[in-house]
């Protein structure tokens, strides 16, 4: 029997999960199968309980419908809790459970990929929406000296702050708006949609520190934020490893196998 899964979303044609899968599969002896699904706007939980139906295992989810997915599960775990989305689904005996593997992909590719420890760092997150929620736990979790979520509307951030389920005093976290940033910061992580239409942020040079690593979680394109860390002299970074590190975290929790990421993340920047 080969255990089906699936990613799911709209639109979906440009997504490289199942060459990710695929590659995942056959490094760890995985009897598997993997399509990309376009469900129709209206039509995200119709198109779960047909994949259920069909004997599918799990199922990812990217945009629009982590939150739709979050609502349709019956349980989930603490990090899904968290972020308020869910970014994958496991089938398990009908019931839908909904994780969100996006921030452990996040620091695992700064992590273990760039060489980055994030312990005692001074961190900044641009952003508060689901990117941006769905990866603050873990990185609150890598226990950097502290954590500064800088945004437009940071009455949104506030809130997202306070989802938080685990201790504050594992590291200071303050919110402040873009034109309030005023010290550099060691680690910088842009989880807006900007990079999507090429859109500058009201952010200063100054706040890129000399050794800093600037993080775009967009990928296949430079960013005005990537621009702007580059002339600034941080190293920088594209999300491209976090796509193959949230895969595999997924790919872990179905089938309690860890792949190696480093093969599979050449093989997708090569293409």
Known sequence: ??????VIGNP????????????????????????????????FSATIHDLINKGFKGANVTVPFKFEAYDLCQKHTERAFVAGAANTLNFNGGHIVGDNTDGAGLVNDIVQNLGHSLHGKHVLLLGAGGAAQGVLQ??????????????????KAHVMVKRLSIEQAIC????????????????IINATSTGLTYTALPIADSIFSQTCLAYDMMYGRETPFMALARKNGAQVADGLGMLVEQ???AFYQWRGVRPKTAPVIKMIRAL
């Open 1 to 6: 029997m080969i255990d089906k899964y699936a």
């Open 12 to 43: 979906i044609a440009h997504s490289k999960s199942p060459l990710i899968y695929t590659a995942f599969a056959e490094q760890t002896g995985q009897n598997i199968s993997y399509e990309a699904i376009l469900a129709p706007l209206d039509g």
């Open 138 to 155: 873990p990185l609150v979790e890598a226990k950097p000296r502290d954590i500064t979520v800088a945004n437009r509307n940071v009455d």
């Open 172 to 187: 200071n976290i303050s919110v402040l708006s873009f034109d309030a940033l005023l010290q550099n910061y060691d680690v």
């Open 247 to 249: 895969a595999a975290e």
